[in-house]
T-cell receptor, first 113, second 114 residues
Framework: GQNIDQPTEMTATEGAIVQINCTYQ??????LFWYQQHAGEAPTFLSY????GLEEKGRFSSFLSRSKGYSYLLLKELQMKDSASYLC??????????????FGRGTSLIVHP | EPEVTQTPSHQVTQMGQEVILRCVPI?????FYWYRQILGQKVEFLVS????????KSEIFDDQFSVERPDGSNFTLKIRSTKLEDSAMYFC????????????FGPGTRLLVL
């Protein structure tokens, strides 16, 4: 997970759908995580993708394309409480041979009425 | 609902001092992790621990850091000689299994090194 890119900030309207993209470059991909982090709080696990395709979990879905080094998190029926930072993290093979997660800087999502 | 707990919530220390951050993982979890987040920056993985051994560690986790599971419930992170740049929020996490298994994070310890 040497280079993980996410938009810095996004805004959306309550009730709408928003897609947060994440692109990455790895030497030994072993899965991609999405976390939600409210200001001043710990991250909360949202999803994990290791195979290509879409994983749906309630209002949240996550998509992965390994060949493109691309993932997105889709949030439907946005609620005000969804205002938070969304972190993309990739498990990559480190120089020592083990797999460790590397986090992106996070996308700050602001949901307004 | 079971949760990961961490103590203290805040710690202030002088540069060069040793600190021990404590975590109580969820009781039936077998995998334990430490992360840190410098204010305004991204979350960084430090170390994972399973079966009383370090299973993975990042380049940040150098000889100044150590982890221990001194008893059946606590999981600690020790920083031997703190530096100013160690100031960060330190999160402990645990999971029932490793790999893709959901990791549950504790509320964090805010460490300030003066």
């Amino acid at each position: 997970g040497q280079n993980i890119d996410q938009p810095t900030e996004m805004t959306a309207t309550e009730g709408a759908i928003v897609q947060i993209n994440c692109t990455y470059q790895t030497s030994g991909f072993n899965g991609l995580f999405w976390y939600q982090q409210h200001a001043g709080e710990a991250p909360t696990f949202l999803s994990y993708n290791v195979l290509d395709g879409l994983e749906e979990k309630g209002r949240f879905s996550s998509f992965l394309s390994r060949s493109k080094g691309y993932s997105y998190l889709l949030l439907k029926e946005l609620q005000m409480k969804d205002s938070a930072s969304y972190l993309c993290a990739v498990r990559d093979r480190a120089s020592g041979g083990s797999y460790i997660p590397t986090f992106g800087r996070g996308t700050s999502l602001i949901v307004h009425p | 609902e079971p949760e990961v707990t961490q103590t203290p919530s805040h710690q202030v220390t002088q540069m060069g001092q040793e600190v021990i951050l404590r975590c109580v993982p969820i009781s039936n979890h077998l995998y334990f992790y430490w992360y840190r987040q410098i204010l305004g920056q991204k979350v960084e993985f430090l170390v994972s621990f399973y079966n009383n051994e370090i299973s993975e560690k990042s380049e940040i986790f150098d000889d100044q850091f150590s982890v221990e599971r001194p008893d059946g419930s606590n999981f600690t992170l020790k920083i031997r000689s703190t530096k100013l740049e160690d100031s960060a929020m330190y999160f402990c996490a645990s999971s029932e299994r490793g790999g893709a298994e959901t990791q549950y994070f504790g509320p964090g310890t805010r460490l300030l090194v003066l």
